[in-house]
């Protein structure tokens, strides 16, 4: 794949704001710049390099911490004029040990739905490591895989059931609890979502891909 990065628009300062985006959850992880420079050493490395425009030097992401960024993908907007970089994060995104450098919340109207699987997982893994008395999903864990099974049997079914009866909204609910119970199951046999995500891209995008060569 041949790559011009002259159709990009960079400022006065020979710069260019680099989105960087968790290729996973979809999450923006932090915001930073890039000159030709470190565009150039980031698509050559695979991660991420930036310009420090306090320290006037390029840098690369975690080479002190050991949080890269492996990317994945670069893309530009339509006026060429900022970048979204698609990486895997490898540790924190933020100097101060937080995932994201966007950890100050200043407004929330409702929990964004694209962040609710990995909100759910969170949750499951927390009720694991730390049970609480009462906890549903405490007592999960606590009952083991045979429990876990039976649960996931059973939501199978009411999802058939209420598929059959062309019950969207019942459909919908049993859907719900069968996700629930399958990625309690996923936290059980340390099975992640990014798994899960991987084998569907190699079935159904890169066999697709494939099939027009």
């Keep these: 794949m041949e790559i011009n990065i002259e159709q990009l628009s960079f400022n006065e300062n020979g710069l260019i704001p680099a989105i960087v985006q968790d290729a996973n959850t979809g999450g923006v992880l932090t ?17 991420t390099w930036f310009f420090s425009r306090k320290r006037q030097e390029l840098w690369n992401k975690g080479e ?23 990486v895997t994060p ?10 994201t450098c966007f950890h100050n919340e200043l ?14 997982i969170e949750k499951i893994k927390n009720r694991r490591e730390n049970p609480i008395d009462g906890a549903y999903t405490s007592y999960l864990f ?9 649960k996931v ?3 199978t079914t009411e999802v058939v059931i209420g598929a059959k009866n062309n019950d969207r909204k019942e459909t919908t609910s049993e859907i719900s609890d069968l996700t629930y119970h399958t990625l ?5 046999m340390g099975i992640s979502i990014t798994d899960v995500k991987a084998e569907l891209l190699k079935r159904h995008i890169k066999k697709e891909g494939q099939n027009r060569e």
């Design 31 to 47: 915001l930073a710049y890039m000159n030709r420079d470190s565009l150039l050493k980031t698509i050559e490395t695979k991660e």
């Design 64 to 86: 002190t911490s050991g949080n890269k960024q492996q990317v994945k993908k670069i893309a530009f907007d339509c006026d060429a004029d900022a970048l979204l970089v698609q």
């Design 90 to 99: 490898i540790g924190p995104a933020c100097h101060t040990g937080e995932e």
């Design 107 to 120: 407004f929330t109207n409702e929990i964004p739905s694209h962040d609710i699987v990995y909100q759910v």
């Design 142 to 150: 606590e009952k083991g895989i045979d429990k876990i099974l039976k």
């Design 153 to 155: 049997g059973e939501e």
């Design 184 to 188: 309690v199951l996923m936290e059980l």
